[in-house]
């Protein structure tokens, strides 16, 4: 084949292939690459709480709100009342118009009478100590303890106290003998001692 035929022939080949491989020595432009057009993305569910907040509880129809406590499991232990008849010497406990207990007691002897009035039951004690008002002598708990087994307060002016309580001295219940406060069985404060709670309604008569 002559020189002039074979320069033909490359001239009439490069063009033709020369977009379709890459020949030896000869760097090739990578054509640009086309932008992806944007997808819709599907939206996010909404939340059922947002995060930056505390969720908000689910209130139910109160048709399935459980009562508590049942109606046939009420009583009438909120509706306790106390009411102390000095002149009788008598303690009575009232569960609404009912009148359930009532314990003999001793009451204040004369100059240290126990106040009348309303009060409320202020605080209560197992086994107390006691503090003799007159030395500042303390007795611990124990039976020689003139507080007896339980103190359920009542009354106080600040500095002086009265309350309920048991006794070691059987012998003074029904009497005029303490200091202004409320004598009972040890049997019967132990009684009275799961019948009040703080805030149970206490109303002394002369």
Request: hydrophobic share 35%; net charge negative.
């Amino acid at each position: 084949m002559t020189n002039t035929l074979r320069s033909l022939i490359v001239s009439l080949t490069v063009p033709l292939f020369g977009g379709l491989l890459a020949l030896p020595g000869v760097a090739q432009t990578p054509a640009p690459e086309q932008p992806l057009a944007p997808t819709a993305l599907a939206p996010l569910p909404t939340p059922l709480y947002r995060l930056d907040r505390d969720p908000q509880p689910v209130k139910l129809p109160a048709s399935e709100l459980r009562k508590w406590p049942p109606p046939d499991e009420l009583t009438d232990t909120q509706t306790v009342e106390l009411v102390l008849q000095l002149d009788q010497r008598q303690l009575h406990v009232y569960q609404g118009d009912t009148l359930e207990k009532t314990f003999p007691v001793a009451v204040g002897k004369t100059g240290w009478e126990t106040p009348t009035g309303s009060f409320e039951v202020s605080y209560m004690l197992e086994n107390p100590g006691w503090t003799n008002p007159f030395t500042g002598d303390l007795m611990p708990p124990g039976p020689n303890n003139p507080l007896g087994e339980r103190w359920i307060a009542f009354w106080t002016d600040g500095r002086n106290e009265i309350g309920f309580h048991g006794t070691p001295n059987r012998d003074s219940i029904g009497q005029a003998a303490s200091h202004g406060c409320v004598r009972l069985y040890n049997e019967h404060i132990r009684e009275l001692y799961e019948l009040v709670t703080p805030g149970t309604l206490v109303t002394v008569l002369q």
